[in-house]
Nanobody, 112 residues
Framework: HVQLVESGGGSVQAGGSLRLACVAS????????MAWFRQAPGKEREGVAN???????TYADSVKGRFTVSRDNAKNTLYLQMNSLKTEDTAVYYC???????WGQGTQVTVS
């Protein structure tokens, strides 16, 4: 069983940056392919970025070139660096295993 706890959300002006972190516990974090998802008000949850066990990442077209996903297996931590934020990036951001088995509680990102 994996516990995931996100942090780093907040309010920022358009064009600004935030860095989200997701700390994993309860299992070997390095064994899991990880992902960031987000859900905006009134919209379905969407995938933002994935990173596999070797650190190879993929991104949604809407964030490509602005967001960077990374992981530090020694610290059991997943990151999402978000630059050039837009108002449409406003959402609750979740980290999860790619398989969707384990989810964090989410962290709010508001861009105004």
């Amino acid at each position: 069983h994996v516990q995931l706890v996100e942090s780093g959300g907040g309010s920022v002006q358009a064009g600004g940056s935030l860095r989200l972190a997701c700390v994993a516990s309860g299992a070997n974090f390095g064994d899991y392919c990880m992902a960031w998802f987000r859900q905006a008000p009134g919209k379905e949850r969407e995938g933002v970025a994935n990173i596999d066990r070797d650190g190879v990442s993929t991104y949604a077209d809407s964030v490509k070139g602005r967001f960077t996903v990374s992981r530090d297996n020694a610290k059991n931590t997943l990151y999402l660096q978000m630059n050039s934020l837009k108002t449409e990036d406003t959402a609750v951001y979740y980290c999860a295993t790619v398989a969707g088995t384990y989810w964090g509680q989410g962290t709010q990102v508001t861009v105004s």
